[in-house]
T-cell receptor, first 116, second 115 residues
Framework: AQKITQTQPGMFVQEKEAVTLDCTYD???????LFWYKQPSSGEMIFLIY??????QNATEGRYSLNFQKARKSANLVISASQLGDSAMYFC?????????????FGSGTRLLVRP | DTGVSQDPRHKITKRGQNVTFRCDPI?????LYWYRQTLGQGPEFLTY????????KSRLLSDRFSAERPKGSFSTLEIQRTEQGDSAMYLC?????????????FGPGTRLTVL
């Protein structure tokens, strides 16, 4: 079964508007972490934001926020005030448990294009 | 901190040749990971080191693949007898459990093309 599902292969957003990138996950662990990474065309994976399964508040980092709905197993990324430099691939990832190898399981990604 | 570095950034090789990639993690990060990413997909886990110990290997890591981290600092990933299916981006990441969320920070990757 797919652990991380990103259903939007591609998204467009107008510059300065907000955009939501969807991510759902599947795990039976009680303790897990959810991550979002940005991958520009250069290829490097850039860490954006983290949400722990026990965190009661949604994570925020500057223009990035994570809409965490535990019961629905969703962890959507919200980018506010989009900029042209936000055009990139975005990956949602999960790390299960705290006694495992700490490996990340990635979704297939969403390509975001910001229009001027 | 300087970031994770990887060398080379690009490698073109002929089928059947051996290749070796190097990863230098963020200093004092004791965890190091290798991932492989093919076109249009998210990265897939290959292997994980804690200090010099290789603690987990994915089934993706066939016998032709070997990874080392001899002194718990830099790591190498070797692919023997390369095949065209090995063409991918090879990403290295490092993390430290003492820094809160144990977030993995990635290097720029090595893009391998097997002709």
């Amino acid at each position: 079964a797919q652990k991380i599902t990103q259903t939007q292969p591609g998204m467009f957003v107008q510059e300065k508007e907000a955009v939501t990138l969807d991510c759902t996950y599947d795990t039976s662990d009680q303790s897990y972490g959810l991550f979002w990474y940005k991958q520009p065309s250069s290829g490097e994976m850039i860490f954006l934001i983290y949400q722990g399964s026990y965190d009661e508040q949604n994570a925020t980092e500057g223009r990035y926020s994570l809409n965490f709905q535990k019961a629905r197993k969703s962890a959507n990324l919200v980018i506010s005030a989009s900029q042209l430099g936000d055009s990139a691939m975005y990956f949602c990832a999960m790390r299960e448990g705290m006694d495992s190898s700490y490996k990340l399981i990635f979704g297939s990604g969403t390509r975001l294009l910001v229009r001027p | 901190d300087t970031g994770v570095s990887q060398d080379p950034r690009h490698k073109i090789t002929k089928r059947g040749q051996n290749v070796t990639f190097r990863c230098d993690p963020i200093s004092e990060h004791n965890r190091l990971y290798w991932y492989r990413q093919t076109l249009g997909q998210g990265p897939e886990f290959l292997t994980y080191f804690q200090n010099e110990a290789q603690l987990e290997k994915s089934r993706l890591l066939s016998d032709r693949f070997s990874a080392e981290r001899p002194k718990g600092s830099f790591s190498t990933l070797e692919i023997q007898r390369t095949e065209q299916g090995d063409s991918a981006m090879y990403l290295c990441a490092s993390s430290s459990p003492t820094r809160g969320t144990d977030t993995q920070y990635f290097g720029p990757g090595t893009r391998l093309t097997v002709l």
